[in-house]
């Protein structure tokens, strides 16, 4: 449907949902967030919640995965045809999808940790998984996971182009 909408020359969009936590381990609410139009979730945000565990700096936290909801949910989200966003997401959690999902999925909002140390951010490992998988990332204008001054304030185009280069030199074009 964007493909087609793109053709005529008009502007498409996703109904997404960002913090998968009102789907409260309901797999009836994901189909019904499906018939509503949603088309990508982004399974957490700042808390963990019935999917999984949220990026932090705390590294037993990042160790954590998806709940066995979570799991089953990936799952059936491939078959609804729900997007599944990593964006957020612990880097436990983060390889359970690439493990478990059978469809390409996105990091709608990461960057590349490498440049900067954000737990938020995706490492090379993982932006390398994500290409495989056929999925993409977008980038997160935040100046906190932009560049290595994660305290910053001041968004910088610079750091802006550093973080889409550095994401195709290592995921490739059509992961960026």
Known sequence: EMREAWDR???????????????????????????????????????????????????KIMEQGLTAFGQEAVEYMNELGILVDVSHLSDGGFWDVVRISKKPFVASHSNCRALSPHPRNLTDEMIRALAEKG??????????????????????????????????????????
């Not at 797999?27 to 949220?54: H, M, Q």
Request: charged share 15%; proline share 1%; with cysteine.
């Open 9 to 59: 020359g008009q502007i498409a969009a996703f109904f997404t949902l960002e913090d998968g936590r009102s789907v409260g381990g309901s797999l009836e609410k994901l189909k019904s967030y499906r018939d509503f139009g949603v088309s990508l979730i982004t399974l957490t945000w700042n808390g963990a919640n019935c999917f999984g565990f949220p990026n932090s700096r705390d590294a």
């Open 135 to 176: 999925g993409v990332a977008g980038l997160n204008f935040c100046s906190a996971v932009l560049g290595r001054d994660t305290m910053s304030w001041d968004s910088k185009i610079a750091e802006m182009v550093a973080q889409v280069s550095h994401m195709v030199q290592v995921g490739g074009l059509e992961c960026a």
